[in-house]
């Protein structure tokens, strides 16, 4: 069936299952890292750690769960949403939501790469190697991405065709 004779309903229904599955693969990564994360700190090791990696860790943590938050409130929308025929409203906050929550999540990676770099070689060649993760996440999950996105259609006219 092409996307002409896709009706509303099926379109929507497809963009919500499509958001849903992306979703689950980036809550499982978010999640994982935060609990990891959260490990640290019960550690004989981080009680000595420096102030600037323990504020890196701290800056992580919550950079994690503000991940963890925005992954899974598109879930949520659905449940309270779902039954008034909103499907939409979901579908378009859902992407903004997946959107920010990868960035929070980009985020706690490369904090989570800093804080082992930091402790494994320390120094400059660790802060040279947190922003090479930024640069790697920022590339694949945004800039490349945005520069192969047909640019014949304005921004916001496919919100909700995720």
Same mark, same amino acid.
């Given at each position: 069936?092409?996307?002409?004779?896709?009706? !509303?309903?099926?379109?929507?229904?497809?963009?919500?299952? !499509?958001?849903?599955?992306?979703?689950?693969?980036?809550?499982?990564?978010?999640?994982?890292?935060?609990?990891? %994360?959260?490990?640290?700190?019960?550690?004989?090791?981080?009680?000595?750690? =420096?102030?600037?990696?323990? $504020?890196?860790?701290?800056?992580?943590?919550?950079?994690?769960?503000?991940?963890?938050?925005? %992954?899974?409130? =598109?879930?949520?929308?659905?449940?309270? %949403?779902?039954?008034?025929?909103?499907? !939409?409203?979901?579908?378009?906050? $859902?992407?903004?939501? %997946?959107?920010? $929550?990868?960035?929070?999540?980009?985020?706690?990676?490369?904090?989570?790469?800093?804080?082992?770099?930091?402790?494994?070689?320390?120094?400059?060649?660790?802060?040279?190697?947190?922003?090479?993760?930024?640069?790697?996440?920022?590339?694949?999950?945004?800039?490349? =991405?945005?520069?192969?996105?047909?640019?014949?259609?304005?921004?916001?006219?496919?919100?909700?065709?995720?």
């Amino acid at each position: 069936m092409s996307n002409a004779e896709e009706s !509303e309903h099926s379109r929507l229904a497809r963009n919500l299952n !499509e958001l849903l599955q992306e979703l689950r693969v980036a809550q499982a990564g978010v999640q994982i890292l935060f609990g990891f %994360l959260l490990s640290i700190t019960f550690t004989d090791k981080y009680a000595t750690a =420096p102030t600037l990696v323990r $504020g890196t860790h701290l800056v992580t943590v919550l950079c994690a769960a503000a991940a963890v938050a925005l %992954l899974t409130a =598109p879930a949520a929308w659905h449940r309270v %949403l779902f039954r008034q025929g909103r499907r !939409e409203d979901v579908v378009a906050a $859902g992407n903004t939501f %997946l959107l920010a $929550g990868l960035g929070f999540l980009a985020v706690a990676m490369t904090g989570t790469v800093l804080l082992i770099s930091e402790v494994i070689v320390g120094g400059w060649v660790a802060v040279l190697i947190g922003v090479a993760a930024l640069l790697v996440y920022g590339a694949l999950w945004f800039a490349m =991405p945005l520069l192969t996105r047909d640019t014949s259609s304005k921004l916001g006219d496919d919100i909700t065709d995720v």
